[in-house]
T-cell receptor, first 111, second 110 residues
Framework: GEDVEQSLFLSVREGDSSVINCTYTDSSSTYLYWYKQEPGAGLQLLTYIFSNMDMKQDQRLTVLLNKKDKHLSLRIADTQTGDSAIYFCAESGGATNKLIFGTGTLLAVQP | SQTIHQWPATLVQPVGSPLSLECTVEGTSNPNLYWYRQAAGRGLQLLFYSVGIGQISSEVPQNLSASRPQDRQFILSSKKLLLSDSGFYLC?????????FGSGTRLTVV
């Protein structure tokens, strides 16, 4: 079955870059996503990448996809205290388009 | 525009009581609908999904059930809540253009 794994915690200093990693098992994934969840709030879609792409950049966010290794990463440049949140990677594909989430990475930004 | 309504936002229920969480979608037809749960300190787990009226698939064995009585209505239910049912429940829908999530219901079973 599908499985998506992430490291649980990442701590960075304000102004540094953050890199959050994710691995998945489903080779038929069509889209891969990054969501942000702030304390007590719902999910906010940050960015997504189609499975035939290697990289996508959107302002401070860079997504890298290594399809051979089934590895996805999210780089946040110039990390700010407002970036502190839980970040979920997710993959979808197949007829039902189910979205399968990773365990989430808590990003703590130190001032 | 497409919107998704989920209510209530918070709920405190005693053990053994019934549950009904409702989710409705506007601005789209025949979406795929989903219920997710996030237990405290854990990731998001897909509970149910539906590709059409009356069609429900369960991802994990549990104390909950789901129903889709209308195209744009998805209901999460339980006859008798357990302490372990506490968590943050998110409804979502998807079409060819992506996913939209509701604002979530925080359920505390006491």
């Amino acid at each position: 079955g599908e499985d998506v794994e992430q490291s649980l915690f990442l701590s960075v200093r304000e102004g540094d870059s953050s890199v959050i990693n994710c691995t998945y098992t489903d080779s038929s994934s069509t889209y891969l996503y990054w969501y942000k969840q702030e304390p007590g709030a719902g999910l906010q879609l940050l960015t997504y990448i189609f499975s035939n792409m290697d990289m996508k950049q959107d302002q401070r966010l860079t997504v890298l996809l290594n399809k051979k290794d089934k590895h996805l990463s999210l780089r946040i440049a110039d990390t700010q205290t407002g970036d502190s949140a839980i970040y979920f990677c997710a993959e979808s594909g197949g007829a039902t388009n189910k979205l399968i989430f990773g365990t989430g990475t808590l990003l703590a930004v130190q001032p | 525009s497409q919107t998704i309504h989920q209510w209530p936002a918070t709920l405190v229920q005693p053990v053994g009581s019934p549950l009904s969480l409702e989710c409705t979608v506007e601005g789209t037809s025949n979406p795929n609908l989903y219920w997710y749960r996030q237990a405290a300190g854990r990731g998001l787990q897909l509970l149910f999904y539906s590709v059409g009226i009356g069609q429900i698939s369960s991802e994990v064995p549990q104390n909950l059930s789901a129903s889709r009585p209308q195209d744009r209505q998805f209901i999460l239910s339980s006859k008798k809540l357990l302490l372990s049912d506490s968590g943050f429940y998110l409804c979502a829908w998807s079409d060819n253009y992506g996913y939209t999530f509701g604002s979530g219901t925080r359920l505390t079973v006491v």
